[in-house]
């Protein structure tokens, strides 16, 4: 996984996602992650299957991946 802290308090990762091709799939994705615990932002891009997370402390990877697969996606991995 990529991370970088970026302020004290926060961790960034980035994810790539493969399925995604419009703004609803997007918001699709984003709803899901969000509703991890720590997770305070999520940005998902369609067009490079990019999905950057910061959360308050690094995530567990099955936990993504579960919300991923929730949102009818497949977590490829770490960008």
Avoid: W
Avoid at 24 to 51: L, R
């Amino acid at each position: 996984m990529t991370a970088q802290t970026d302020t004290p308090g926060s961790v960034t990762a980035v994810y790539q996602v493969s399925g995604m091709s419009c703004g609803h799939c997007e918001g699709s994705v984003s709803g899901e992650i969000s509703q991890i615990s720590g997770v305070t932002s999520v940005k998902a891009v369609a067009s490079t299957g990019e999905v950057t997370v910061v959360s308050e402390t690094a995530l567990d990877e099955n936990a993504v991946r579960a919300a991923v697969d929730e949102a009818g996606f497949e977590l490829v991995g770490p960008a």
